[in-house]
């Protein structure tokens, strides 16, 4: 069993149907990518195991709990915190406030804005909004607007808010979409860290096959809604399921 566990989930919009009878089960403290052509209906499922939609059909377990009919906040407070294709920052407010925001909201129990000048009278919300931006290697740029930042630090920085709330499972949308190769190598870097050194659970959506291949240790390939494979990274390059989708050659 896994920490995170799809069964039989099916969505329709209208007569499109856009997830059919997926399952998916993903390890504790593994890196597992989600992949597949537009329109496979990645985003969809995402999207299910967030709240943002409800599943026609089958169930989303999350350590043993159902995350269906939860609000994306309390399905936030079950330990799963999700990072967006567009960073999700405040860009008018510096990289030190952005970071007090979750700390407040872990300690609070409730993600909501407060004066910042009352954030920065908790001893216990500056000081761990520091620790995370030195964790985040971003301790130089705690002044600085956050709209000011390469888009790169701006994910870097999203990251860092998610990992404040100290979640299990840390869910990514498309998160090199829209980098420089220079960047996506840092967030790369970046998540291999996470991987390495937090108890925490990571998968992942994404085009960038050498972002795919550089973090999973295990793929799920989706095709018109309906996974084909999921198998080691080593077995899928080359799986002729795989080849057919992507490149249009016919499956032996």
Known sequence: M?????????????GLQALGDVNLSVKENTVHAIIGPNGAGKSTLL??????????????????QSVLGRTPHEINQ??????????EI????????????????KRDGAFRMRAIEDMMREKDIVEKAEAML????????????????????????EIGMCLAQEPRLLLLDEPTAGMARADTNNTIDLLKQISDERDIT?????????VV???AQRITVLAQGTPLVEDDPENIKGHPKVREAYLGETAA
């Open 134 to 157: 030195e964790d985040m290697n971003m301790a130089d740029k705690h002044h600085m607007h956050a709209a000011s930042m390469s888009r790169g630090d701006k994910r870097r920085l």
């Open 78 to 87: 079950m330990g799963i915190s999700r990072v967006f294709q567009t960073p």
């Open 2 to 14: 896994g920490i995170l566990e799809v069964k039989d989930v099916g969505k329709r919009f209208g």
């Open 47 to 64: 999207n299910c195991l967030v709240g943002k939609l409800i599943p026609d059909t089958g169930s989303v377990m999350f350590d043993g």
């Open 202 to 210: 990571i998968a992942i959506i994404e085009h960038d096959m050498h």
């Open 90 to 105: 405040f860009g008018d407010l510096t990289v030190m406030e952005n970071m007090m925001i979750p700390c407040f909201a």
């Open 213 to 215: 291949f550089s973090l």
